[in-house]
């Protein structure tokens, strides 16, 4: 029985995962889903250092050293790091699983005797490819995790950077890590040979990722999840660690299925996106062609008269108000509205924000009723029923240009019907288009009023007015 608890101990901290994804598809039950996790997670950790074997006081010195390097500034980073910045911590947390795996790939192609899968040079076939995969999938997940954190943290542009022949590049690197892997397979097992693997996995995670645009983030932020996840799983393999497989296939299989909802959310193929960025050469071409066509510009007076005799209205939240940092602001807002009788509800396209859930996530912060909040499909045929549509910082999920413009960049992707909306009131800095490169024809709509500002600053304008 002893030498099988180990096992019984990695399914149980198995199941919590699984009950964990669970508990974070929805918000209601998204706290209770962190509390399955954490805890599978300190039964694989506890039960990891049990079955360490003959060990003596430098080695646990030296592990419960690591321990502590990651556990206090992760602990002190996830009490100090606002919503906003969520998505880019993600980021840099993906970059760093894929590190992790990168290092022990390298650990046991060095030392593979101690990892009992054979001898320097000798390493057994499965076991290649398994920390040759490990490696190479860490080493994609790495570099473009530092990527897409540079994009959501302003340090690059938002913009495609599309390098020339970047698909046949791109073709070659995966296919000359395939050729290394073979190699590694049949002829001698050289460290410089897996040394080639890992620098060219790094350059290809970059080349991965530099073409894609701000408007494909959330389809970024999954899919690194997803690789880090079979990073992890590949890895395991190695270690022989049955929680470390089962954690990386939950990982990478929920990742990938994620994409695949974000994409559908865009209309989009997974690898059109994945190969070319949003809207790619057109959709640089067109912005900011339209910013002197003539639009209504209203202040937080009109806007608070506006709303305040109306019915309904329906609360578009977007990338603007995660960067003002407004949600607290626009909840006021909403609390006043309320007041005076009006009837409130959010819309949440699926790829608003730079992650799967970010718009949900600050609302959810800022204590908005989750009953409130509607997904596109289920809210889109209310807007004909709506007084007005505030929409605050949302551009291309919002532009009508996907249904009718053939020629543009987000042509076909699903959009929120605002436009249908009695009155569209836009909270937004400027004209400038959106992260996907085009000019919204919302803009100058007729029934549509400019609000142009900080959207914090706006929200606290319109409730002093109410």
Known sequence: MAENLPALL???SGILFILALRGLSSPETAREGNRFGMIGMVIAVI????VLENKGFGTWF???????LGAVPGAYIARKIPMTAMPQLVAAFHSLVGLAAVFIAWAAFLAPAAFGIG?????HVQSVVEMSLGAAIGAITFSGSII???KLNGNMSGKPILLPFRHAVNLGF??????????LMTFEQSSTTFFLLTLAAFILGFLIIVPIGGADMPVVVSMLNSYSGWAAAGIGFTLENMALIITGALVGSSGAILSYIMCKGMNRSFISVILGGFGGEDATAGAGADE???VKQGSAEDAAFIMKNAGKVIIVPGYGMAVAQAQHALKEMVDSLKEEGVEIKYAIHPVAGRMPGHMNVLLAEAQVPYDEVFELEDINAEFRTADVAFVIGANDVTNPAAKTDKASPIYGMPILDVENAGTVLFVKRSMAAGYAGVQNELFFRDNTMMLFGDAKKMCEGIVKAL
Do not use: H, K, W
């Open 292 to 294: 002197d066509r003539p």
């Open 47 to 50: 039960t990891t250092f049990f």
């Open 174 to 183: 995966g296919l000359f890590i395939l050729l290394l892997i073979g190699m």
């Open 119 to 123: 001898a320097p040079g000798e390493i």
């Open 10 to 12: 990695y399914v149980a």
């Open 62 to 68: 030296l592990i419960l050293l690591a321990v502590a």
């Open 148 to 150: 897409a954190f540079l």
